[in-house]
Structures are given as structure tokens and as C-alpha cells.
T-cell receptor, first 113, second 116 residues
């Protein structure tokens, strides 16, 4: 069975600090996909990124970057120069041979002004 | 471009009543999903559907019924609501859901259900 662990329940940083959200997964699947979603205080779930198991290239999108390391089964998410609007719950999710997404329990990020 | 919508956004009901939560998507996605979000549990899959008239159970299906007579709609019914079903319910859709998981799931805005 797949498992996604987000060990950081809550993180608090001051604006402009960099912050990394950790995600570790467990699977026996050889082909799988990893995702990050953002849930702002308004409650909706916003898709941020999808990565497949064959592509270990890091990805950067503006202030966001993702580090996928198959060797450590990790898919970490870094926000550079954080802003108050980044405050949200961030979910890591896994999709392998099963139909459904398996979500981590989420990390509550609070960015203080 | 409406995307995926859910109604109602908020619902309060009483134990034992039947409640139906609606989900509608305009993308003609094949796959649709229902999740519930509870503190301490993250999001858990209730049911999903691969196409019209094809549905399957997820992780926590007990107490719920789904149907999918049209591709764009995927209603979730609580036949006899219980307090443990107080939760936030999210509907999602994806273009395909083939084994190996190529497609991203896009989520609706959620329905906050309270069962008294």
C-alpha cells in the first residue's frame, strides 16, 4: 500500500524567509506520480505540480521549486522569499497503480508579516 | 469556463436525514471522485467513477451512495446521515485515470456538511 508522510504539521516563518516542506512516500510501484496541492484559507484545493517517477529533474516556477529524489523517496517543496499570501495548508499526494490519490496529512504554513 | 462546481457549499442537516451533494464538471472528464476531508485524516476517497454508469468504492464508502447517469454529474448521497459524516466534501475530476496515473485531479470548491 502507498503511504505519504508530511512530518511537518505546522511551520511558521517570517516574510521573505525561504521555507521547505517535506514529503516522503512509500510504494512498491515502479511507475507513479507525485503532486503538490495548496489549500488556502478559503478552502479550495489548488493544483501546483505533478511529477512522474521517471523524471527526477528539479522544477522551478517563480518562487516555487520542487526537489524529487527517488533514492530517498522524497518530493520536497521550497518557497523562496515567502509572502503572506503563501499561508495555506500544503498537501503532497501520490498516485500509483491504484486509481485514487493518496494524500499526506498536510503542512500548515503560516507566513508572518 | 465553470470547471468543476459543487452545491450546496454549506449544509446543515439532522441525524437520520438523507442528503445529496451535487458535483458538476464542464470539462467532459471521464473520471470523477468524491473525497472527505477531516482534521487529522487529510483527504480520503469515498467513491470514484470511471465513466457514466461505472462507479467503484474508495477507502471510506460506508454510509454513502453515488450514481453517474451523465458524464458531467456525480452526486453523492448520504442515505441516513450520522454525526461522524460531518466533514468537508470535495469532488474532483480528471481526464483519465488509467493505471499508472497520468492525469491530474482538479478539485471543486468543497461542501461543508454539518450533521446535528
Amino acid at each position: 500500500a502507498q503511504k505519504v508522510t508530511q512530518a511537518q504539521t505546522e511551520i511558521s516563518v517570517v516574510e521573505k524567509e525561504d521555507v521547505t516542506l517535506d514529503c516522503v512516500y512509500e510504494t512498491r510501484d515502479t511507475t507513479y506520480y507525485l503532486f503538490w496541492y495548496k489549500q488556502p484559507p478559503s478552502g479550495e484545493l489548488v493544483f501546483l505540480i505533478r511529477r512522474n517517477s521517471f523524471d527526477e529533474q528539479n522544477e522551478i516556477s517563480g518562487r516555487y521549486s520542487w526537489n524529487f529524489q527517488k533514492s530517498t523517496s522524497s518530493f520536497n517543496f521550497t518557497i523562496t522569499a515567502s509572502q503572506v499570501v503563501d499561508s495555506a495548508v500544503y498537501f503532497c499526494a501520490f498516485k500509483g497503480s491504484a486509481r485514487q490519490l493518496t494524500f499526506g496529512s498536510g503542512t500548515q504554513l503560516t507566513v508572518l508579516p | 469556463d465553470a470547471g468543476i462546481t459543487q452545491s450546496p457549499r454549506y449544509k446543515i442537516t439532522e441525524t437520520g436525514r438523507q442528503v445529496t451533494l451535487m458535483c458538476h464538471q464542464t470539462w467532459s472528464h471521464s473520471y470523477m471522485f468524491w473525497y472527505r476531508q477531516d482534521l487529522g485524516h487529510g483527504l480520503r476517497l469515498i467513491y470514484y467513477s470511471a465513466a457514466a454508469d461505472i462507479t467503484d468504492k474508495g477507502e471510506v464508502p460506508d454510509g454513502y451512495v453515488v450514481s453517474r447517469s451523465k458524464t458531467e454529474n456525480f452526486p453523492l448521497t448520504l442515505e441516513s446521515a450520522t454525526r461522524s459524516q460531518t466533514s468537508v466534501y470535495f469532488c474532483a475530476s480528471s481526464e483519465t485515470g488509467t493505471s499508472g496515473g497520468t492525469d491530474t485531479q482538479y478539485f471543486g470548491p468543497g461542501t461543508r456538511l454539518t450533521v446535528l
